[in-house]
């Protein structure tokens, strides 16, 4: 194989509010608790909700935009690389956690916007960027979608 990919997707909501440190050297440094949900088989034909929590770490001038404009409850996008790291506590016990090193934090829906509210909010444009760019891709609602025009589903041979 001539290269290895470490890349990560998730869109999901912040579990708590963004927790912003400085390193002695001077660099942001936020820490962001995500939560993604997906739903799983609970036997006999039911279905349940499981919610899967990341540990996301963001540096530099992304890590300061998160801390000024995200909090609990907020739709985010991340895109990195997972990173474990492991560390000796005041017991002398080696310790290891796994980690999102986050390369773009975007952030979706309305400022206000939350999992506790209601009513949903129209698409303001492609998400911003924890670096403030918009996405080159523009994103449309369900009802601007096209209307396909190739075959159903059950007509492809494969």
């Not at 936020?30 to 919610?51: C, F, H, I, M, Y």
């Not at 907020?74 to 560390?87: K, N, P």
Request: hydrophobic letters at 30%; aromatic letters at 6%; a negative charge.
């Amino acid at each position: 194989m001539a290269g290895t990919v470490n890349k990560v997707i998730l869109i999901g909501r912040l579990g708590s509010d963004p927790n912003l440190r400085y390193t002695t050297g001077g660099t942001a440094v936020v820490q962001l608790s995500v939560a993604t949900n997906d739903r799983v088989p609970a036997g006999e034909g039911n279905w349940e909700e499981k919610t899967e929590w990341h540990r996301v770490v963001v540096f530099g001038k992304n890590a300061e935009n998160c801390a000024n404009y995200l909090a609990k409850g907020r739709l985010v996008y991340v895109e990195g690389r997972l990173q474990t790291r492991q560390w000796e506590d005041n017991q002398g016990v080696r310790r290891y956690t796994t980690e999102i090193v986050a390369r773009e934090v975007g952030f979706l829906g309305g400022a206000g916007d939350s999992a506790g509210s209601g009513a949903a909010k129209a698409p303001q444009g492609p998400p911003k960027s924890a670096t403030g760019q918009r996405s080159a891709a523009p994103q449309q609602s369900p009802e601007e979608l096209p209307e396909m025009s190739g075959p159903p589903d059950d007509d492809i041979p494969f």
